[in-house]
């Protein structure tokens, strides 16, 4: 085939793809909570039923990777074992027993003119997912999508191939055994970086795009989504540490909001530290870090109380650095942080430590960011511990969702109005 | 100065008011309700003292008028009087009256680890409101952003500008007097159209993008626009007879879906008769909507029950007329329709004429629209009837909002969680 015509197939490829995932949506939609869940549930006793299929698919992509240039921590993200196999079907078990979103009603009124009014929680229609290696995420965003009435396209990392189309054949053959629609599921299935752009392109038959991975993934479906995208592009978190803090409080919550994991959007990049504290604080939770071997890079208040710290740049400040890295900063007041923060953050996480009511509410009003935690770890914002059950991401927009989506999140509304021959005057 | 000095210095006036704006938003953000509401009330006071000189200023725009080529349409939009005063100052009055949706708790969990989590609705922050003619509209939206508490940029058309000058005056002179920030309502004050483009691209500082007026405006700003945008394209409404229809309110009810006001987006524009009712309902409606002289355009089963139709096209049938024409179709069964009506549909607005609520359950459940009538007018699609208090706009996109907008609609929310040290294990 020459280069022109394998581009056209695979335009149409992509094209058919998205066309049969809208029709899926729309067959899906109207689908009550019992067969989406008896799908999660039986699929789940499938994947451990099937778990020697599965791990042979794992071990196909393992014994690629080194010749794919992975590095060990991405080999094991990327290796499954029967306990995580059993993670990824619990994980499934859990989405079945969420409350179904689609037909909720949000609001119902009943207007001075006999108009029954009601705001029905509807689906988005179709997903486009596309995720680097880690194979349980196959698993999550498709039970996730699915469980929202949403029909989903999944596009995986090529280094977990094997292992995400062992899963989603499980997912599909449950799927068609409990009726749900056959293209509810797809997985895009070539390594050409072009379907990706042609799939982005097709806005009449995808409504959202969600990218999950390292920034310059999240960026090119930004710039070249012609749908919605739900997104964060990093998480540049500060934790501020008031002068009323309780300062074992404050090393406690600096160190897990730094090293609990530290390659995560909502792991802590940043400590701003109130003048009056500092030359206490700082050589306390210098201490707390050294353990993590977390590189301290501080501004001179910092660097004079810490002979330990390197000066940091401005670009440290704007830094996410997804390791062993912190940048510090002595500010001389609340607003102070709150100006940094409003300057330097991403919008995703912040923490304050304070016993001082008062300054934490002034805190949490002015920080413009997703999720504000007042004495707690940035760790926490995640769609489990924030109560919303399952998550598919976590945005830092402020249309549609903020913060982490879970089942709600991908879901609209509908007007329905009911009346017995209302006309306008 | 030379043209490119020009566009520089326009250039820097745009990012200067979009700095400003967002600036205004974070200070508008913390304003409890009370401040937003004396505004608006005291306006209200102001418009109606000062209708002298609105009114002056209204009869510069009158007199340039012809010589901007308006018709005696757009004329009478653009003519303000002492009635028309009243509306906008009642309206001013009427969001006033309506409960402030900032600080809203919209869900409050206390977590197994003791986390206490509350989603807290906040503004969206900077709008830019793109709108034609009609002045009253200056102060409807500066009214529902602000009381969002949104600061908003206002982009009005040249045929108005000196009567959205004028408004702009006292609302910003009546602002300042009540605390609200200087820059919460700004007038772009000039005409040139590249300063639109400008300011499409400032998406670090405007949150949000609402065109109003034509298809081609609103074309123009969704492709420029970096930031999110509310909007329809179009509305072709449709009102579907069913079987079961009491024909008389049918008839009724696309008179009024048609012909209340033929130029808006709710208004109907096709009309889709079951076959079974066919030879007795298209007579009927046919002499009801001929007072109105709407030129009927039918498929060839209408066109052989009605002498007066004309052969429509396929494009007739995906057309808006915002006129006195409607497509007509006999359709053989209640899924036929749902299908015509998902293909050609603008996903704007739909009616149902039913009895049988099984059927219009059915059509409620398969159509994709903002808003799915049933037994009602498609003109209820409207901020005020369906209970939103006022509207910014209707948006036929599912991301976000979906139907009218009111001031909910513009806003989101952040996670603000409180605790005593809580960490991750």
């Known amino acids: 085939m020459t280069a022109v015509s394998q581009k056209d197939s695979l335009r149409a490829y992509c094209l058919d793809l998205a066309q049969r995932a809208r029709l899926a949506s729309r067959q899906l939609g109207l689908l009550g909570r019992e067969p989406k869940d008896a799908w999660l549930r039986a699929s789940a006793v499938a994947l451990r039923r099937e778990l020697p299929k599965i791990l042979e698919a794992n071990g196909r992509d393992l014994a690629e990777a080194s010749g794919n240039g992975l590095t060990e921590a991405a080999i094991d993200r990327l290796r499954l074992s029967a306990s995580r196999v059993e993670d990824i079907a619990a994980g499934l078990e859990s989405v079945a027993a969420l409350p179904d979103p689609v037909g909720e009603v949000l609001e119902s009124v009943v207007r001075p003119n006999g108009l029954r009014v009601r705001r029905v929680r509807v689906p988005l229609g179709v997903v486009f997912f596309i995720y680097e290696s880690r194979p349980n995420v196959t698993a999550d965003a498709a039970a996730i999508c699915v469980k929202s009435g949403n029909a989903v396209i999944l596009r995986g990392g090529k280094e977990a191939a094997h292992s995400s189309q062992a899963l989603v054949d499980i997912l599909t053959r449950v799927a068609s055994e409990h009726g749900l629609p056959a293209n509810a599921i797809q997985l895009v299935n070539t390594a050409d970086r072009d379907a990706v752009g042609y799939l982005l392109a097709l806005n009449d038959y995808i409504d959202l795009a969600i990218p999950r991975g390292g920034e310059a993934l999240i960026r090119r479906v930004a710039a070249e989504a012609r749908m919605p995208v739900i997104k964060h592009y990093t998480g540049n978190c500060h934790v501020y540490v008031d002068r009323s ?25 940043s400590l701003l530290v109130h003048a009056a504290v500092a030359a206490t604080f700082l050589p306390q939770v210098s201490k707390g870090l050294a353990p993590f071997r977390v590189e301290l890079r501080g501004d001179p208040a910092t660097c004079a109380l810490l002979p330990e710290a390197r000066p940091a740049t401005d670009e440290d400040y704007a830094t996410e650095f997804l390791g062993p890295v912190l940048s510090v900063k002595v500010v001389d007041s609340l607003d102070d942080a709150i100006a940094h923060i409003n300057r330097y953050g991403s919008g995703h996480t912040e923490a304050i430590i304070a016993n001082d009511a008062t300054a934490a509410k002034w805190f949490t009003d002015r920080v413009d960011s997703s999720a504000v935690m007042v004495n707690a770890s940035t760790r926490f914002n995640d769609g489990g511990h924030l109560g919303l059950g399952a998550e598919i991401g976590i945005s830092t927009d402020k249309f549609h969702a903020r913060g982490p989506c879970g089942l709600r999140e991908l879901t609209s509304y509908k007007f329905v109005v009911e009346g017995e021959g209302q006309i306008r005057e």
Chains 1, 2 share one sequence.
């Open 245 to 269: 803090a309780d300062l074992d409080m404050a090393e406690r919550i600096t160190v897990n909001s730094k090293c609990q994991r530290m390659g995560v959007c909502n792991a802590a990049e």
